[in-house]
DNA sequence: CACAGATGACGTAACGTTTCCATGATGACG
DNA sequence: CGTCATCATGGAAACGTTACGTCATCTGTG
C-alpha cells in the first residue's frame, strides 16, 4: 500500500541500511548513491514513516501543549509564539485543552506521555503538583506557563502578576481612589493569588480602608463573570470609585455592566484591566491596564523546554528555575479622578497624595 | 528504563498476548487474569507506547489542524470547538500554523502525513489544489475550512460569504448609501473573492456607481491593513459613505483610522465589519456585522472528518461535500444614513429607497 | 466415552525505522 | 608489498505493540 524504505532498498538494489543513512544525512554514503536513493524515493513516493523513526529513535519530535482555553487570547498569543519557535526547531506542537477541569488536565498530561512527547508546556488547573508529579513518572521535561503549581523538578515562566497589581492600584490611589474593589478570579489559580495579594500590599502601604476594597472572587476570569461581579459591587459597595478588573475579558464584562447602568468610564467610575489584547484601545473608553511581554515569555518558555530537552541526562542536576517577567502599566482613558475626590482629599491630603513618602 | 508490556508479561508469568488483550479489553481473557494484569501494571508503573500501538495498528488517533494564524480568534474558534469534539472521540490534535505562507503549508501537509495523522483538518492558503493533492498523495481524509482550494476529493465547510456581504451591502443601500468602499483581504483567497463578489453582486443588483464603490484589495486581513486602507480611501474616494471591512480586525483598524481623523462614526462615516469575535460589541460604537455560525461549523468540519475515517473503504466513493453554512446580519449602531442622504434622495429616490421593486 | 465447539493462553510474526557490527574495497604510508 | 585506517555497504537486531495461528483445557452432547 505505502512504499517504504524496503521497496526503495529493493527498487535501486542497495542494503536498507544504506538508505536509510541515504535519506536521513548519514556522511558515510557515496554521493552517487545518495542521489540513486533519492531519486528512487521520489519515483516510489516514498514518504518516511514518523512513529518507526520515533519509536526506534525514541524522539518524537513533538511537544505537548496543555491550557485551559483555546479562546482565550492570552493562552493562544503564548501557543502561538511557542508554535513559531518550536517549529522552527523541528517540533510539532499537540494542542491539548483542559477547560480548567484538573482531572481533564491530568489526564491530558498521560495521554502525552503515553504518545511520547519530548517536552511539556502546561498550564496547570490547581495549584496541588502532587497528582501532576504521579502523572508526569517518567522523566519528561515539563514547563509551567502563566500559573504555577506546587509540583517539583519543573520549571515556569509567569508574569509577576503581584507587581502589576500592586503598580494598578498605586496608579488608581495616586489619582485618589480610596476605595478600589477587585474582580478577581478563581481562588485557588496562582494568577489570581499573585494578583490579589500585590492588590493588598498596594492597599496596606497606601492605608487604604481593608473594608471598602472589596475582593470578588469569582467562578473563572470570563467576562460574564465581570459583568455580575461589576453589578454586585455596585449594589453592596456603593463608596467604591474604582474597579480593578484582574482579566481584560472581566473588564469587558465590567464596562458593559457599567454601561447598562448609564455610569461613565471614567467620569463616575474608573476601571483598570489586565493583559493588553490587540482589541482593548478599540474599546470605549480605551482602557487602562498593565501589560506582559507575551512574546517574551512564551519564546523563553520554548527556549527552556528545548534546552531541557536537548540537555545531556548527564548534568541533569541544574535546578528548576522560575522566571518572572515584568510587564508595565499602560494608561489610557479609562481612569481618572473619583468624582468625590475633593472630599476626599480635604479629609486625608497627606495619604492621598502622598502615599509613598512615609 | 520505561516499563513495557513484556515487564508487565514477565512479572505476572503470562503471555506477551494475553497481557495485551487484557490491558486493552478484549474479551478472550479470564476476569481473574485480568485484575492480576491490572494490578501489575499498576504496581511496575506501565504506561503503554503510543507509538508502538500507532506503528502497529495503523491508527495515531491523532488529527493535524493547518491553520493561517494562531492568533486569530475565526482560526482558534474553530480550533476549540474542533479540539474539544475529538478530545471526546478519543483524538488529539495537532495544530499546525501555516502563516498563510503557500509553502509553509504544503510543507506541514508533508510533515502531518508523515506522521500519520488519521485525518486533517485544513484551511488552505492558495487556490490551487494542485500542489496540495500531490503532498497528500496517500489517502488521508482531509476536510477544508473556511477557505476552499480546488483540490479535488476533499470536503469543505465554509460560510456563505458571498451572501453576507451581499446582505451587508443591501443593508448599506437600504440606508441610503450610494458610495461604498471595501476593504477585502489577500486576492487570492476563496474568501476574498466569495465576499467581493458578494458585494459586487448587490452594487449590480442596486445599480451602484461602478467607480464609486471601491474594493482595496491587501495583503491581509489585519487591523494594520484596516488602518492603511482606510487612509487611502478617505484620501482618494472622498465621496465614499461607508466603509465595508471585510474582517473584523480590519473594521478595528478602520475604526481607528476613522478617529485618527476625527470622522465619528456612525455620523460622518459608517462602517461594517464581517464576523462576529467576542470584543466587537464592546467597540465604540458596537459593530454592524455578519456573524456566521462557528461553533456549527466546527462542528461538522469535526464529523465529516471523523466520518470520512471511520467509514469501511470499501463505500468510499461518495462523493466529496461543499457545506456552505449561513449566517445573520447583526446591526448595531455603526450604520445609519449618510449625511448626505437627503441629496441623494433627491436625485435618484427610486433606486435608493426601493432597489428590490424591479 | 469420544468428539465438536468454545475458551483462554502462548508464541511468533509483523509494523518501518534506526543503529550497530561485520565485511569488503580502497587508499596511504612506511 | 604488507599493514592499517577509512569508507561504503549489507544484514540483522531492536524499539513496544497488535494480530494471528496454534494448542491445551474444559464443557456439553450424542
Given at each position: 500500500m505505502m512504499t517504504t524504505l524496503k521497496d526503495v532498498a529493493e527498487h535501486t538494489g542497495l542494503g536498507l541500511g544504506t538508505v536509510s543513512r541515504a535519506l536521513s544525512g548519514h556522511?558515510?554514503?557515496r554521493p552517487e548513491t545518495r542521489r540513486r536513493v533519492e531519486a528512487a524515493a521520489r519515483k516510489l513516493g516514498y514518504q518516511s514513516n514518523g512513529l518507526a523513526r520515533a519509536l526506534r529513535?525514541?524522539?518524537?519530535?513533538s511537544i505537548g501543549l496543555i491550557i485551559?482555553?483555546?479562546?482565550n487570547e492570552f493562552y493562544t498569543t503564548a501557543a502561538s509564539v511557542v508554535q513559531g519557535l518550536l517549529a522552527g526547531e523541528g517540533f510539532r506542537l499537540v494542542v491539548s485543552c483542559s477547560n480548567n477541569s484538573p482531572d481533564v488536565d491530568i489526564e491530558l498530561l498521560g495521554t502525552l506521555i503515553e504518545n511520547r512527547v519530548d517536552g511539556i508546556i502546561h498550564v496547570p488547573c490547581?495549584?496541588?503538583g502532587s497528582d501532576l508529579v504521579r502523572a508526569a513518572n517518567p522523566r519528561v521535561p515539563i514547563v509551567e506557563y502563566a500559573r504555577r503549581s506546587s509540583a517539583r523538578g519543573v520549571d515556569s515562566v509567569i508574569g509577576d502578576d503581584e507587581r502589576g497589581s500592586a503598580e494598578i492600584v498605586q496608579h488608581l490611589v495616586d489619582l485618589g481612589h480610596r476605595n478600589i474593589a477587585v474582580i478577581a478570579?478563581?481562588?485557588?489559580l496562582s494568577t489570581t493569588t499573585d494578583r490579589v495579594s500585590g492588590f493588598e500590599r498596594a492597599c496596606r502601604r497606601n492605608r487604604l480602608p481593608k473594608r471598602g476594597c472589596p475582593v470578588l472572587y469569582g467562578p473563572s476570569y470570563d467576562a460574564h463573570w465581570g459583568e455580575v461581579a461589576t453589578s454586585q459591587i455596585l449594589d453592596e459597595h456603593p463608596d467604591v470609585t474604582a474597579i480593578f478588573a484582574s482579566s481584560s475579558r472581566g473588564a469587558m464584562g465590567a464596562l458593559k455592566a457599567l454601561r447598562k447602568r448609564g455610569?461613565?468610564?471614567?467620569?463616575d467610575m474608573s476601571l483598570v484591566g489586565f493583559l493588553n489584547p490587540?482589541?482593548?484601545?478599540?474599546?470605549?473608553?480605551?482602557l487602562t491596564t498593565y501589560e506582559l511581554p507575551l512574546n517574551d515569555m512564551g519564546n523563553m518558555t520554548a527556549r527552556l523546554l528545548l534546552d531541557r530537552i536537548r540537555?545531556?541526562?548527564?548534568?541533569?542536576?541544574s535546578e528548576p528555575q522560575v522566571l518572572r517577567f515584568d510587564g508595565r502599566l499602560i494608561i489610557r482613558e479609562?481612569?481618572?479622578?473619583?468624582?468625590t475626590y475633593e472630599l476626599i482629599r480635604s479629609r486625608s491630603t497627606l495619604d492621598a497624595t502622598a502615599p509613598r513618602s512615609r
Open positions: 556522511p558515510n554514503v529513535s525514541n524522539r518524537s519530535n485551559p482555553d483555546l479562546e490547581t495549584p496541588d478570579g478563581p481562588s485557588g455610569l461613565a468610564v471614567p467620569k490587540a482589541w482593548l484601545d478599540v474599546s470605549e473608553p480605551p540537555r545531556p541526562r548527564a548534568e541533569e542536576p479609562s481612569t481618572a479622578a473619583p468624582r
